[in-house]
């Protein structure tokens, strides 16, 4: 067999990141967030606990939202990327900009992905937006100023500005 | 440290043969990327097994369903097979955290790092399932409570993957159960989780078959149940069922003081739930 990583020797890793193609040498367990944060200087995707707990660090791996520091760099290979800097998010920004939903922000690009992540799933199987529904699609995102009124308002926001368009 | 990212299931079968006590099997991440991170685990040799694509899936069998060891919660949510043959499990599934974590969470993984608090564990006890293990010494088939052999420990050999898991169809007059108790309603590592597959006839419980998970070092079934169950000539009626419950759980469970809860709090959460379940299955039509 061909064993594509001997070591920790680095890995190609060739990654479409907000739809630019990137190639780079990156040891293959590297957290796909470091990747992104130091590697690529994407700074806006956030560390918060580390441990796949709080949602913070939240990005699309191929339409799917993904805790970035959970996924290895190996696993990432060939996968398009979306981060909170990719303009295909401006919609959702401006209405938690609109909604004041943002405290101290670190939780802000995870929570603006999952909501991308679930507007899409609820375009694709059909279903309609609720309050219900936003709640359980955020689950995973922590905030810890708690300010979970205006986030929410802001995802409902967001709905109802792609579903005007 | 080797990495070995395969891509088939040769290719990961080929890395296993030459793996030592100190290596890992990588699949969706959600321990093992945690455990690295934090320098708990130190592996030397590490097999990366997502890509292989042999091992997703959930398929239809003569004898109930084969569900890929690679088969993600959010996959499991949304299989009508499995929600027919494995309801609970996909109960389990849709409670174990949220979106994110759904997404690379996988059926195998939870078996082969066999947490005591893994959700989808005592569910796949419950249902009486199957571990389907493949090397290049060829194939086995091992039952799960059997192959959990204590705290994170499996009957897994280092050259061996976990390729499938295989559960039986279900019976026409089966009931079953899922329970959680965390910290909150949903997204929190379970203090105690219950799985239950009972046949019930006219408000009476002919045969149960339970299994609990944070209630010892590993995930366990609940044998006093089955064994009370099957001794009663005309089975256990409602009136019969707090006892049992207590019975059971002082038998059966070993629970203990940790982070997350006190074995007091287990043992009395377990006797609820498990009373709670088998009351509504004597109540239902």
């Not at chain 1, 998010?89 to 938690?96: G, K, P, R, V, Y």
């Not at chain 2, 890929?68 to 027919?84: H, I, K």
């Not at chain 2, 909150?184 to 078959?209: D, H, M």
């Amino acid at each position: 067999m061909k064993a594509i990583f001997e070591g920790a020797v680095p890995i190609t890793l060739t990654i479409k990141v907000n739809g630019t193609e990137r190639t780079l040498r990156v040891p293959p367990l590297r957290r796909l967030l470091d990747v992104l944060r130091e590697d690529l200087a994407l700074t806006g995707t956030k560390e918060g606990c580390g441990e796949g707990e709080c949602g913070a660090c939240t990005v699309l791996v191929d339409g799917e939202s993904q805790l970035s520091c959970l996924v290895p760099a190996c696993q990432a290979q060939g996968a398009d990327i979306v981060t909170v800097e990719s303009t295909t998010l401006t919609s959702i920004q401006d209405a938690f900009l609109a909604e004041g939903g943002a405290q101290c922000g670190i939780c802000t690009p995870g929570m603006i992905v999952t909501t991308r992540a679930w507007l899409d799933e609820c375009e694709r199987d059909g279903t309609s937006v609720t309050l219900e529904g936003a709640r359980e699609a955020l689950a995973g995102n922590l905030c810890r100023c708690t300010g979970y009124g205006k986030i929410l308002a802001a995802v409902l926001h967001a709905a109802a500005q792609e579903n005007a368009r | 440290m080797k990495v070995v990212s395969a891509r088939t299931l040769d290719e990961a079968l080929l890395a296993l043969r030459d793996a030592g006590p100190d290596s890992r099997v990588l699949a969706g991440g959600t321990d093992l990327m945690v455990e690295m991170e934090s320098g708990r685990t130190q592996p030397d040799f590490v097999v990366d097994v997502w890509k292989v694509d042999a091992l997703r899936g959930i398929r239809a069998t003569p004898l109930g369903i084969e569900i890929g060891a690679l088969t993600t919660c959010a996959e499991l949510e949304r299989s009508a097979e499995a929600s027919v043959h494995a309801d609970i499990l996909v109960e389990a599934a849709r409670w174990v955290g949220a979106a994110q974590i759904k997404h690379r969470a996988t059926v195998g993984g939870n078996l082969g790092t066999a947490s005591p608090a893994a959700d989808l564990n005592p569910a796949l006890f419950a249902l009486g399932a199957r571990v389907k293990l493949v090397s290049l010494r060829g194939e086995r088939e091992i039952a799960v409570e059997a192959f959990v052999k204590g705290y994170r420990t499996t009957d897994r050999a280092l050259d061996e993957l976990i390729a499938s898991i295989v559960i039986p169809a279900r019976s026409p007059h089966e009931r079953r159960a899922f329970r959680k108790v965390g910290t909150r309603k949903a997204q929190s590592i379970s203090k105690v989780v219950l799985a239950v597959c009972a046949e019930v006839e006219a408000g009476s419980i002919r045969s149960a078959r339970a299994a609990a998970g944070s209630v010892a070092d590993r995930t366990i079934l609940l044998p006093t149940l089955s064994n009370a169950v099957a001794a009663s000539a005309h089975g256990v009626r409602a009136d019969r069922v707090g006892a049992l419950s207590r019975e059971v759980v002082r038998a059966d469970a070993r629970p203990r003081d940790d982070v997350r809860s006190s074995a007091e709090y287990r043992t009395f959460a377990l006797e609820r739930i498990l009373a709670r379940a088998l009351l509504d299955f004597t109540r239902l039509p």
